[in-house]
């Protein structure tokens, strides 16, 4: 059964770099058939997209984070990373990170598998 | 891109039926058929409901249903239980690699 599973500091200071890593378990990240993404959710407010990754490495990110953030994909680890800089106490949030299925070449645009989250406060 | 609008709140009795409304434009909603539903508990992860505007995935009950007209998308859920009551957010393609969230809806019930 696959599953997802978020890591990383919970406290990040301004102006540093958020690094945060997702293992992928129960299959392989390394599948045709699933794109993988991050999502984050303030305290109280609404989900955002952040970004989302092709086990070969293609990236597609929300244009109004894309300046700042990189996703990365580590197969031999089964893992897929998001790295935000210059973060402020507006990136302060729960991070998701979740499966997208694909059909061959299309991505189908709907999330139908998220790790459980991680708070990531940014506070000096 | 602006996110989707959804109404804030939404209520009903237990059996009874209430609509969830996801309004965009035509460059999200009204063009592609990639809207889809998601319920959040409080301190859970989201759990996709609907996808592709009208398909369930394996193991959600079909008392949930989805919808589109032009720019609006709904989510309806039938027969209302306790269970149900949680928070619900609606995403669209958006065109350009890109996909946005609706505001999110409360949803109680009485």
């Known amino acids: 059964q696959l599953q997802l599973q978020e890591s990383g500091p919970g406290l990040v200071k301004p102006s540093e770099t958020l690094s945060l890593t997702c293992t992928v378990s129960?299959?392989?990240?390394?599948?045709?058939?699933?794109?993988w993404g991050w999502i984050r959710q303030p305290p109280g407010k609404g989900l955002e997209w952040i970004g989302i990754?092709?086990?070969?490495?293609?990236?597609y990110y929300n244009p109004s984070l894309t300046s700042r953030v990189t996703v990365s994909v580590d197969t031999s680890k089964n893992q897929f990373s998001l790295k935000l800089s210059s973060v402020t106490a507006a990136d302060t949030a729960v991070y998701y990170c979740?499966?997208?299925?694909?059909?061959?070449?299309?991505?189908?645009?709907?999330?139908?598998?998220w790790g459980r989250g991680t708070l990531v406060t940014v506070s000096s | 891109q602006s996110a989707l609008t959804q109404p804030p709140s939404a209520s009903g009795s237990p059996g009874q039926s209430v609509t969830i409304s996801c309004t965009g434009t035509s460059s999200d909603v009204g063009s592609y058929n990639y809207v889809s539903w998601y319920l959040q508990h409080p301190g859970k992860a989201p759990k996709l409901m609907i996808y592709?505007?009208?398909k369930r995935p394996s193991g959600v009950p079909d008392r949930f249903s989805g919808s589109k007209s032009g720019n609006t998308a709904s989510l309806t859920v039938s027969g209302l239980q306790a269970e149900d009551e949680a928070d619900y957010y609606c995403?669209?393609?958006?065109?350009?690699?890109?996909?946005?969230f609706g505001g999110g809806t409360k949803l109680t019930v009485l």
């Open positions: 592709e505007v009208t």
């Open positions: 129960g299959g392989s990240i390394s599948t045709p058939n699933s794109y």
């Open positions: 990754i092709y086990y070969r490495g293609s990236t």
């Open positions: 979740a499966r997208l299925d694909s059909s061959g070449f299309s991505i189908n645009w709907y999330f139908d598998l």
């Open positions: 995403t669209s393609y958006a065109g350009g690699n890109n996909v946005i």
